[in-house]
C-alpha cells in the first residue's frame, strides 16, 4: 500500500452563508479538480469559520493538486478572508467507520 498524503486548510469567511456557498461551489468541481482525493470531511468551526482535510491516495496525487487548489481558492476570493493550508504524509489513521478499512498501513 502507498503512503497517503493529506492536506489541512483553515479557512476564515467573510459572512456565514459562505461557507455553504463554498462547500456547493467545490462539490461541483471536485472529481475534475481533485484526482486522487480519497477522503474530505469539512468542519464548521465557528459561524465564519472551517477546517477542512482531505486524504489522497499518494504524494503525487497531492502534489498535482497544489496549483488546481490554489486557483480554487483564488477564485473564491470574494467569500474567503483569509485562508492558509498545510500538507504531509499521513502518519496514522484511526476510524470506526467502515467505508476506510485499510485506508492507512499501519506503522
Partial sequence: MSKKFA???????????AFDIINERYSKIRGDTYG?????????????????LSIYENEAAIEAT???HRAFLASNEDIIKDVFFH????SSFATS???????????
Fill in 66 to 68: 497544489e496549483e488546481p
Fill in 97 to 107: 467507520l467502515p467505508i476506510t478499512e485499510g485506508m492507512v498501513e499501519s506503522s
Fill in 7 to 17: 492536506r489541512m486548510n483553515v479557512i476564515e469567511f467573510v459572512s456565514e452563508d
Fill in 36 to 52: 486522487g482525493i480519497e477522503f474530505t470531511v469539512n468542519v464548521r468551526t465557528g459561524p465564519t469559520s472551517s477546517f477542512s
Fill in 87 to 90: 500538507s504531509g504524509e499521513v
